[in-house]
């Protein structure tokens, strides 16, 4: 069995700061991507950003260019969200998500149960 889960989401002042992590288990997994999603009330989820595990190659939604920084533990399927500069409509459900061997379409297959991330104005 495999499975993600996220943590270090909260509530956060407009402009501050905030580091999400996601760790996977399981024996047996491994991932070709990693990356982060977020879901507003009420609307499907969107991507935020991702990484290649291997070869360093990392993609962002225009709406988080240049203050999230996806990143990653060099041996372990440990992925990091930096998020600066927060503002209130970054407000959302995030969640971590793995694209695996398994994946019949690939696309991302395993996910985690999502944390909240609050932005206060």
């Known amino acids: 069995q495999v499975q993600l889960v996220e943590s270090g989401g909260g509530l956060v002042q407009a402009g501050g700061s905030l580091s999400l992590s996601c760790e996977a288990s399981g024996r047996r997994f491994s991932a070709y991507s990693m990356g982060w999603f977020r879901q507003f009330p009420g609307k499907e989820r969107e991507f935020v950003a991702s990484m290649r595990w291997s070869g360093g190659s990392t993609y962002y939604a225009d709406s988080v260019k240049g203050r999230f920084t996806i990143s990653r533990h060099k041996t372990r399927y440990l992925v990091y969200l930096q998020m600066n500069n927060l503002k209130p409509e970054d407000t959302a459900v995030y969640y971590c998500?793995?694209?695996?061997?398994?994946?019949?379409?690939?696309?991302?297959?395993?996910w985690g149960q999502g944390t909240q991330v609050t932005v206060s104005s």
């Open positions: 998500a793995a694209r695996t061997p398994y994946s019949a379409d690939n696309d991302y297959d395993v």
